[in-house]
């Protein structure tokens, strides 16, 4: 093959490590998809594409204008989304980025393969078509996204070619770059957002492999910059090569037939064992990289356990934060060890004690939640100490009639005990959804994970409803029986209640979690039983939407607010003229 490169027989095309979903990677990792591609075909092959190819993902985020831009593309060639999805001033056209940023972009309009030995109609059947137009691409080939040439297919497109020199079309065997030098001649119109949707089944299908993806990128970002630290610090080596084979398993399940969740049950779980394969790599660079930074610390007292927790940012965190651990021995006389922990100057913070992950009857592991503020790229010590309790305090949320109430520091919210749900979200006096907030609605949906047949879900059928207090305890298979809607934990940094909920034979659990300085988490968890069907998170807004914004690589995108399926990364926005909602998420992008 290199000697055909460089006879100019074999071309090159495209250059990335291969064709991803071209929507959920973050900007960074669309950056490193790029950069191991051509610096592949460099090292090998002395090639260095201009023009990106990407035939089958499954829409375009407007993000990847000035990343192709900025590491030398000129051009994109790309086949969707179809004219049923998205309508296009031309299929030729100068795709504009978020930061202003151009490229020249191509549509293929009639595929990228033709079969075996039928290449030549393909090439007829678009002569005919497109005869209005001054020059026109057509990508043969045998096999998905195009392949190899065959015998029958060359001897009759030479025949083509001899046929048609008579009425003056002139049809060459060509490459994207020549191509796309033809278009440097045309006035192209402009297109300034996404190029979306398409199938957006593919948006929230297969989650288990969209949630660890997220979680690989983040804990790959997180041990980027605590390894950097480190090593610039002189207590570690860099750790390249670790960091070079996450990347590699990180970059290669962006393949747009294995992220979007359109894969079959083998490809998803290689998609698994390779995340979790970047991911135990990650955790055992970051750990190597604490244990560096942490390197000479003073000695906690006795009856002390410390707590590090770093911060990779330039800038101040302020939030809960939670750590669980044993202590120093079993206590197995019937007393409450209850937390105290401290920052660095000695400063009590609010602290409480929530329940472990273990289910043993002692004290001994301890699963500690604190309020704390972070300093900017730190190491961040609390030393954790313990007081001697009869019993672990109990603090009462205000229960009113059908409500459980938390009101505090202007933010109140009220959640149904008849229904489960949240029925007020108020802070500072103004309210930001209408009653019920936070239901489970169950949609009609079909077989086709790519969902093709509409762009979106309109056909609600049903929704979880609470389940009954006998259900309850058979659910979580108890002697005591349980209210369907109870507070599970209160203290002096958070309340978190717990409302378990049944559709057919699924089962849902739901944990509302109410930090006292303002920040509102809602945990779903459900045993998914049911065919054909898809659940919804449903938060009604109070106020008048004027924008849906949400998060695209190193963007944000205008979204549609008309039940239309849309395509956001880590958060989503609904903004009214003096407030909004934004949520944000850690696995889904529909």
């Known amino acids: ?275 979790d394969h970047a991911l135990e790599i990650l955790s055992r660079v970051k750990t190597k990289a604490f244990f560096a930074l942490s390197d000479g610390q003073r000695k906690p007292d006795e009856d002390k356990i410390p707590i590090f927790v770093y911060n990779p940012y330039p800038y101040e965190i302020k939030g809960d934060f939670t750590a669980e651990f044993m202590l120093w021995d079993q206590v197995r006389d019937l007393i409450y060890m209850s937390p105290d922990v401290y920052d660095e100057n000695g400063v009590l913070l609010n602290s409480q004690c929530e329940k472990e992950y273990s289910s043993l009857p002692m004290e001994w592991r301890k699963r500690v939640v604190f309020n704390a503020t972070l300093e900017p790229m730190k190491l961040n010590r609390f030393d954790c100490g313990f007081t001697v309790l009869e019993n672990k305090p109990k603090y009462d949320l205000i229960s009113d009639g059908e409500w459980i109430v938390y009101d505090k520091n202007g933010l109140k919210v009220k959640i149904n005990k008849t229904t489960g749900l949240v029925d007020l979200i108020e802070k500072n006096g103004v309210a930001y959804i209408n009653k019920p907030a936070f239901s489970l609605d169950v949609y009609k949906d079909n077989h086709d994970p790519w969902y093709m047949e509409d762009i979106g879900w309109r056909d609600v059928i049903s929704q979880f409803t609470l389940l009954s207090p006998e259900e309850v305890k058979e659910y979580y298979c108890v002697n005591d029986i349980l209210d369907p809607v109870r507070v599970i934990e209160s203290g002096d940094v958070r309340c978190v209640i717990e409302a378990t909920f049944g559709y057919k034979s699924s089962r849902a659990l739901v944990k509302y979690i109410i930090s006292h300085d303002g920040e509102f988490n809602v945990d779903v968890r459900i045993n998914w039983n049911e065919k054909q069907k898809l659940v919804k998170l449903n938060i009604p807004a109070s106020f008048k939407v004027t924008d849906c914004i949400g998060e695209h690589a190193y963007g944000r995108e205008n979204l549609k607010t008309d039940l239309t399926e849309n395509v956001s990364q880590k958060y989503i926005a609904l903004c009214g003229d003096d407030n909004g909602i934004t949520v944000a998420n850690n696995g889904i992008y529909g």
């Open 1 to 275: 093959i290199r000697d055909l490169v460089k006879r100019g027989k074999w071309h090159i095309m495209g250059g990335w490590h291969l064709q991803p979903d071209c929507n959920m990677p973050s900007g960074e990792f669309f950056v490193r998809q790029i950069f191991s591609g051509r610096k592949y075909f460099k090292e090998k092959f002395g090639v260095v594409p201009t023009i990106a190819f990407n035939a089958d993902p499954f829409g375009h985020s407007r993000g990847l204008v000035q990343i192709m831009k900025k590491t030398g593309y000129e051009g994109y060639l790309f086949m969707r989304p179809s004219d049923s999805f998205m309508t296009l001033p031309h299929h030729n056209f100068k795709w504009v980025g978020y930061d202003g940023s151009e490229i020249m972009a191509s549509k293929i309009c009639f595929g990228y393969n033709s079969g075996k030995g039928r290449a030549g109609e393909k090439i007829t059947r678009i002569l005919r078509e497109v005869d209005d137009e001054e020059f026109y691409l057509c990508l043969w080939g045998i096999g998905n996204h195009g392949g190899g040439p065959s015998k029958k297919d060359l001897v009759d497109i030479t025949e083509i070619i001899e046929s048609k020199k008579e009425n003056g079309t002139e049809i060459i065997h060509s490459t994207p770059e020549s191509y796309f030098e033809e278009l440097k001649n045309v006035d192209l119109p402009r297109v300034e957002n996404s190029l979306n949707l398409w199938a957006p089944g593919c948006y929230t299908s297969q989650v288990r492999i969209k949630q660890r993806y997220r979680q690989a990128e983040n804990e790959y970002f997180f041990a980027e910059s605590i390894c950097s630290h480190a090593s610039s610090l002189g207590l570690m080596e860099y750790p390249e090569k670790e960091f070079a084979e996450a990347i590699y398993d990180i970059i290669t399940v962006q393949f747009h037939d294995i992220l979007p969740g359109s894969s079959i049950q083998p490809a998803e779980e290689m998609a698994l064992r390779m995340l």
